[in-house]
């Protein structure tokens, strides 16, 4: 018999129809009523932590799912943890740096539509999760969504109404669920003891360049976050009209008490730096961190992850960026 624990935080899986719009509110025990047909040899039990649409995520919301699967790990084979598809990406990464090397599963999933709705596609997520949770060959930190498996640092919302809501970027999916049928591609290794980390520091910005941004906001930025990620053009520049004004800021400042982190506005195939003279005299001028493979979402938990967790030096800062946790980095 394996035991399977479902978390439940909210969003449009857990909803009803209010006057006001969609709002989440379902209980556990309405949860259990819509339930799917699950085998008798899975066993579950539901934990509510909390009912919010998942644009109100916060640090200490993960916390509490942290601290959930932490207090339960030993007494169950897997976790499904449900939530609203909004931010879910960005929880699935910072899972997957707070819990490393999980041997059990630990699933997200959600909905385009409630599950007490006739057109829903929430029973066969629910359905596939549970499965994919409770196989022995499951490992670590995945969004299971409309019957693919996507590890938690590559998935990204893609499409806000229909069911193919989750795409892999810059990874293949971890597996398929067909009719109950796990297809595996990619072998996810258990290697070592669970570590679980205990905080966060969400002072991360994300600034997104457009043509002609004034570089006005700047100073404001870096005195308020302990680090920015911008997020250029194409293979990775910085347009000179905001060039030298980053640059005076950050000589305010040691390199590890602002972070400057780089990614791409490009949807696949990531960052890189070194292929124009626009990338290149940046990564010479400044201390840069950049993003390659790893996606926005990934970046801006690996850098919460980091800066919560004692990394005092530029060095430390950046070794432990570039290091791979949980498949986040192939290149
Ligand atoms: N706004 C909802 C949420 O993220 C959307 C969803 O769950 O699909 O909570």
């Given at each position: 018999?394996r035991?399977?624990?479902?978390?439940?935080?909210?969003?449009?899986i857990a909803s009803?129809?209010?006057?006001?719009?969609?709002?989440?509110?379902m209980?556990s025990?309405?949860?259990?009523?819509h339930?799917?047909?699950?085998?008798?040899d899975?066993?579950?039990?539901?934990?509510?932590?909390?009912?919010?649409?998942?644009?109100?995520?916060?640090?200490?919301h993960?916390i509490?799912?942290?601290?959930a699967?932490?207090?339960?790990?030993?007494?169950?084979?897997?976790?499904?943890?449900?939530?609203?598809t909004?931010?879910?990406?960005y929880?699935?990464a910072?899972?997957?740096?707070?819990?490393?090397?999980?041997?059990?599963?630990?699933?997200?999933?959600?909905?385009?539509?409630?599950?007490?709705?006739?057109?829903?596609?929430?029973?066969?997520?629910?359905?596939d999760?549970?499965?994919?949770?409770?196989?022995s060959?499951?490992?670590?930190?995945?969004i299971?969504f409309?019957?693919?498996?996507?590890a938690?640092t590559?998935a990204?919302?893609?499409r806000?109404?229909?069911?193919?809501?989750?795409?892999?970027?810059?990874?293949p999916?971890?597996?398929?669920i067909?009719?109950?049928?796990?297809?595996?591609?990619?072998?996810?290794?258990?290697?070592?003891?669970?570590?679980?980390?205990?905080s966060i520091?969400?002072n991360?910005f994300l600034?997104k360049?457009?043509?002609?941004?004034?570089?006005d906001?700047?100073?404001?930025?870096?005195s308020?976050?302990?680090?920015v990620?911008?997020?250029?053009?194409?293979?990775?520049g910085?347009p000179a009209?905001?060039?030298?004004?980053l640059?005076?800021?950050?000589?305010?400042?040691?390199p590890e008490?602002?972070?400057?982190?780089?990614?791409?506005?490009?949807?696949?195939?990531?960052?890189?730096?070194?292929?124009?003279?626009?990338?290149?005299?940046?990564?010479?001028?400044f201390?840069?961190l950049?993003?390659?493979?790893?996606?926005?979402?990934?970046?801006?938990?690996?850098?919460m992850?980091?800066?919560?967790?004692?990394?005092?030096t530029?060095?430390?800062?950046e070794q432990?960026f570039?290091?791979?946790?949980?498949?986040?980095?192939v290149?």
């Open positions: 018999m035991k399977i624990l479902i978390l439940t935080t909210g969003g449009t009803v129809q209010s006057p006001d719009g969609l709002v989440p509110g209980s025990n309405q949860l259990r009523e339930l799917p047909q699950i085998g008798s899975i066993a579950i039990d539901i934990k509510e932590l909390f009912h919010i649409d998942s644009t109100d995520m916060t640090a200490s993960w509490r799912i942290i601290d699967i932490r207090d339960n790990y030993d007494l169950y084979d897997g976790f499904v943890v449900c939530h609203g909004d931010t879910m990406a929880t699935a910072v899972l997957s740096y707070m819990i490393q090397n999980s041997e059990k599963p630990i699933v997200l999933t959600g909905a385009q539509k409630p599950i007490g709705f006739e057109i829903t596609d929430a029973k066969s997520n629910l359905q999760s549970i499965l994919y949770a409770a196989n060959l499951s490992h670590g930190v995945q299971v409309a019957g693919k498996v996507i938690g590559h990204r919302k893609v806000s109404m229909s069911f193919l809501a989750f795409e892999s970027i810059n990874l999916v971890i597996a398929e067909n009719n109950g049928h796990i297809i595996r591609y990619l072998n996810i290794p258990s290697n070592g003891r669970v570590q679980f980390y205990d520091n969400p991360v600034l360049l457009t043509p002609s941004m004034s570089p906001l700047i100073p404001e930025i870096f308020i976050y302990d680090a990620v911008i997020e250029s053009f194409g293979a990775g910085i009209s905001i060039e030298n004004t640059l005076t800021e950050l000589s305010k400042y040691r008490e602002k972070i400057l982190a780089m990614t791409t506005q490009v949807t696949y195939e990531g960052s890189h730096m070194n292929t124009y003279a626009v990338g290149r005299r940046i990564a010479d001028s201390k840069i950049e993003a390659r493979d790893m996606t926005l979402e990934t970046i801006i938990a690996k850098l992850w980091i800066l919560g967790n004692n990394s005092k530029w060095d430390e800062i432990r570039y290091t791979p946790v949980a498949m986040d980095s290149y």
